[in-house]
Every structure is written in structure tokens, then in C-alpha cells.
T-cell receptor
């Protein structure tokens, strides 16, 4: 059984650019959630996908969008990057809700 | 609005000590509470999950308790070791939303 994997691990982008982050959920898990973690803070909920449909969204602007594929892997897209988007982006998968969530190692995004 | 607070923000103890980390939340309408460990720049590792109907969970040297009525959880670490040094985060899953709300974490340092 493989765990949650995220790619890439590190990324540097310029303000105004667009970025796509990827997440492969743990085998058998149909729910994927994305979180943003700024330095020294707890993760903040961005959105959640359940069986390819968005199933909840946090307080993030529309330039944060996502997608879940039939194999339950997921993408997080961020358009028009801002300096404040620099953070660790975490993906979590679970077998439905509300059960134990398992996190990937994260993608460190730096916007310059 | 659900607020999750962790006290203390940082803790330094000598090896071998028993210690308690605290987590409080303002809304008792939660499905469950989960404790995580995070090493610097890394993802989250699930330690313990306590469902709302449970009072405590144990895993090895770790014991977590939950008191929904008072909005509190504690993580007890017995016989601390230098390898326990990390940031410990608690998170609640909200009944109305399904996402996880995190505290800012307690940064633990165990000195040899």
C-alpha cells in the first residue's frame, strides 16, 4: 500500500505566473483535501474533492482551483501568483469522511 | 467560527521527562480530533485519531484524551526522547463542513 505522494517537492515561481501541484492519494482513498501552511502556522483548508466533485472550500480566492481524476489523484492550480502564496502546500487523502486523514510530504512553493 | 488553540507554543524538556501538550477548541460540534507530528519542512504524520464518542486513544508512549464538553484535548508523551523533537499539531473535523481546523502547533525540543 503506497502512501500519499506529492510533486514536485520544491518549486520557485515568479509573481504573476501560474503553478500546478500534484497529489497521488493513498490506495483506496476517494477523498483528497488541500491545505496551505505558512511558516510558523497551522495548515489552512483550501478545498476538498470527493469522487471528482468539489466537496467544500475554505476562504481562498477563485484563482485557487483544483481537479480530481477518476483514479482519485488530484491537482491544485494557482493562477496569478502573489508573494503571499509562498508556503508549504499539503495534500491529504482519506477513505471518505470523517475518518483518519493521511498527508503527503508537501510541496514548498516560493514566489519571487 | 471554530478556533483551535495550542498551548504552549514551544516547550523544551530534558530527555526522559513525561510531558503534556494542550489543545482547545471553541465549537464542540466535531466528528473527531487528530494529533499530528511535523518535522521541519516536512508533511504531517498522523499520531492518534480520537472519534467524538471516545475519551482517549493510546499508541506506544503516546496517549491522547478528548473532552468535547469542555473543548479540550491533551497529548501525553511518556519518557520523552530526543527523537520526539518536532512540532505537534492538533486538528478537529467539523460536523458542518468536513474540513480540518488546525492549531498553530507546539514546538517540542527534547534535550539529551
Amino acid at each position: 500500500e503506497t502512501g500519499v505522494t506529492q510533486s514536485p517537492t520544491h518549486l520557485i515561481k515568479t509573481r504573476g505566473q501560474q503553478v500546478t501541484l500534484r497529489c497521488s492519494s493513498q490506495s483506496g482513498h476517494n477523498t483528497v483535501s488541500w491545505y496551505q501552511q505558512a511558516l510558523g502556522q497551522g495548515p489552512q483548508f483550501i478545498f476538498q474533492y470527493y469522487r471528482e466533485e468539489e466537496n467544500g472550500r475554505g476562504n481562498f480566492p477563485p484563482r485557487f482551483s483544483g481537479l480530481q481524476f477518476p483514479n482519485y489523484s488530484s491537482e491544485l492550480n494557482v493562477n496569478a501568483l502573489e508573494l503571499d502564496d509562498s508556503a508549504l502546500y499539503l495534500c491529504a487523502s482519506s477513505e471518505g469522511q470523517p475518518v483518519e486523514a493521511f498527508f503527503g510530504q508537501g510541496t514548498r512553493l516560493t514566489v519571487v | 467560527k471554530q478556533e483551535v488553540t495550542q498551548i504552549p507554543a514551544a516547550l523544551s524538556v530534558p530527555e526522559g521527562e513525561n510531558l503534556v501538550l494542550n489543545c482547545s477548541f471553541t465549537d464542540s460540534a466535531i466528528y473527531n480530533l487528530q494529533w499530528f507530528r511535523q518535522d521541519p519542512g516536512k508533511g504531517l504524520t498522523s499520531l492518534l485519531l480520537i472519534q467524538s464518542s471516545q475519551r482517549e486513544q493510546t499508541s506506544g508512549r503516546l496517549n491522547a484524551s478528548l473532552d468535547k464538553s469542555s473543548g479540550r484535548s491533551t497529548l501525553y508523551i511518556a519518557a520523552s526522547q530526543p527523537g520526539d523533537s518536532a512540532t505537534y499539531l492538533c486538528a478537529v473535523i467539523l460536523i458542518r463542513r468536513g474540513d480540518m481546523r488546525f492549531g498553530a502547533g507546539t514546538r517540542l525540543t527534547v534535550k539529551p
